[in-house]
């Protein structure tokens, strides 16, 4: 059994020997295989700067080291200089330093023992720096602590990290279920575990909304096929590549280069409308494989073939209240603190386990009671429900038909466990045929789901669609 003392020292002999055959390789423009400076933080940073040019990245590596080298033992660069970079004859090496062979033989091999040891100082302020740059290009956490969500953060990963398809993942949900949480905080496993050699982060969100109820809406321009390209290309590239490619078309190009050549991990966070996704995922496409994309949306993007489907839950009854007291003790909200389980589950009876509306409902006991605050939520009473409703649902309303309208606004006689076809045939009094085409359209819109087994389905609403269908899809007519 490998005792933990060997682990390390097989791990440096490992790197001495990639170290030792990219030297040979250094003419040949070849790449060798299993090659464990290509894990590197080192040369992450170098393939950025050559444009994904593996063999290119390896040499600059390779140089900074031997200049760190250099340093502190000159004449150890000097001697893999010549007899790798200038691809001198051994012998001409040894007679010009007058020693035998066999002991220029003795001195690479304790020049290689010194440039590895060099490339790993080297490597260790590299990983702490790559930490600090790609985590920069994630926005700070709007959580505290994720509560209910190591399951599926566990599923993703597992998803993201195995080698091989599938290359597009989309998250889908109802709006505020933590989809976008989830894939910031699979964003930072995978930095943390120093996994992924690239990011990229992408927001198409053009509408948010605060946990003081409020809505404000984007100044930029719809994520276009184009503004995608711009906004990846100013992410991954350095300046002066940036600048040779002027065009979108050019900037694509570059980015396939990138992307097909070396594994990235990148996020388009709330793709939401059809144009967005009509226009991306063909390009999404010619640049996945081995990059991999999480998409975020709140459609479900069941008729894509090619597409990974990860529909984010609402919250169970445990972590709902579990989060209720979170934002309670961050907020500092006694009467909250103090409540039994059995005076909050009203809220889960209004919201059920939509987090953001979770959320919303603790902070307004700052000013106002309880049941005043779920009173509103029913009626669609004053500005901050309002408002949450618009965020979540109007997009969506605006989309439907007058059938799935009309079905949509039957599903509170539903029983929260659901109802199959014929209860809702009988409800709506829509014929079956049309029913089913029109169940396709509000299950891809997340505002029913779909539940049961292979053989037999049920549909259902999450509590907060109950509670919006009750009051103010009325004033939307």
């Known amino acids: 059994m490998q005792s933990p003392a060997s682990a390390p020292n097989q791990m440096f002999d490992q790197l001495q020997k990639s170290t030792h055959e990219v030297l040979k390789s250094w003419h040949s423009h070849t790449v060798p295989e299993n090659n464990l400076l290509e894990q590197l933080h080192l040369f992450r940073t170098a393939l950025q700067q050559t444009g994904g040019e593996v063999r290119r990245a390896l040499d600059a590596v390779l140089r900074q080291a031997l200049t760190a080298l250099e340093a502190k033992f000159a ?73 209910g969500v190591e399951p599926h953060l566990d599923a993703l990963y597992t998803v993201v990290v195995t080698p091989g398809s599938p290359w597009l993942i989309a998250l ?62 100013d992410q991954l590239m350095t300046d002066s590549q940036r600048e040779e490619a002027v065009t979108p078309e050019q900037r694509l190009r570059l980015l396939q280069q990138l992307l097909k050549s070396t594994s990235h991990l990148i996020v388009v966070d709330n793709l939401e409308t059809v144009a967005d996704l009509q226009e991306l995922l063909p390009v999404l496409r010619t640049l996945a494989d081995p990059t991999k994309f999480v998409l975020t949306s709140r459609q479900n993007l069941y008729t894509e073939a090619d597409i990974y489907h990860f529909p984010v839950p609402e919250l169970s009854e445990g972590d709902a209240l579990a989060l209720i007291r979170q934002e309670a003790t ?118 029913v789901d779909s539940i049961g087994g292979l053989h037999e389905r049920r549909y259902s609403i999450h509590n907060l669609t109950r509670t919006f269908l009750h009051e103010q899809v009325i004033r939307w007519h």
């Open 75 to 147: 004449q150890d660069a000097m001697l893999l200089r010549r007899a790798f970079l200038e691809n001198e004859m051994k012998h001409k090496i040894a007679t010009d330093l007058h020693i035998a062979d066999a002991t220029l033989y003795r001195w690479q091999n304790e020049a290689l023992t010194r440039l590895t040891a060099v490339l790993l100082e080297l490597e260790e302020a590299a990983s702490t720096s790559d930490h600090v740059r790609l985590t920069q290009r994630l926005k700070p956490p709007t959580y505290q602590h994720l509560i």
């Open 172 to 233: 889908e949900g109802m709006g505020g279920i933590g989809k976008t949480s989830l894939a910031d905080a699979l964003m930072r496993r995978m930095i943390d575990n120093n996994f992924m050699r690239e990011i990229g982060w992408i927001t198409a969100q053009r509408e948010f909304f605060n946990l003081g109820g409020a809505l404000s809406h984007s100044e930029l321009p719809a994520l276009s096929m184009a503004t995608f390209v711009d906004l990846l290309t």
């Open 330 to 447: 961050q907020r500092n909200l006694e009467q909250i603190l103090a409540a039994s389980d059995e005076a909050l589950r009203p809220i889960l009876a209004t919201v059920g386990g939509n987090p953001l509306a979770l959320r919303l409902v603790v902070g307004q006991t700052h000013t106002h009671g309880l049941n005043t605050i779920l009173a509103d939520l029913t009626a669609a009473r004053g500005g901050k429900a309002e408002n949450l409703y618009h965020f979540i649902y109007r997009r969506a309303w605006e989309h439907l038909g007058e059938t799935e309208r009309k079905v949509l606004l039957a599903m509170p006689l539903v029983a929260e466990e659901g109802g199959d076809l014929a209860y809702l045939q009988a409800t709506s009094q829509i014929p079956p045929e049309n029913l089913g085409i029109a169940l396709d359209h509000l299950v891809a819109l997340n505002l």
